[in-house]
């Protein structure tokens, strides 16, 4: 049982760095120092969507429109951290 704990926890070091990925390529996006005209750009972009948005969409429908500030990849990562912190607390009951 305390490796299917830590498959999980390593799933979620994953997802945590994916988010990462992603907050900080739309940031450079954003301030035009990657182009998605560029194929390579475009496509890792595309996929970190394809990945996130099942993650995101949920969310972004309880959240309210904060006028261009998407707040979701911060949700997100603290609902992972969370799940991380939970994991962790309990592992001692799986020895």
């Given amino acids: 049982m305390l490796s299917l704990i830590q498959i999980l926890l390593l799933i979620l070091d994953i997802v945590w760095f994916i988010i ?6 739309s940031w450079l996006i954003n301030f035009q120092v990657l182009n998605l005209h560029q194929q390579l750009v475009a496509q890792i ?44 607390n309990n592992m001692v009951y799986f020895y």
Avoid: F, K, Q, S
């Avoid at 997100?76 to 939970?86: E, H, K, N, Q, S």
């Fill in 20 to 25: 990462l990925a992603y907050v900080i390529m």
């Fill in 45 to 88: 972009w595309y996929g970190l969507n394809r990945i996130l948005e099942p993650i995101y969409g949920p969310i972004r429908r309880i959240l309210p429109a904060m006028g261009g500030l998407d707040l979701t990849p911060l949700v997100v990562l603290i609902g992972v951290y969370a799940l991380r912190i939970i994991l962790i």
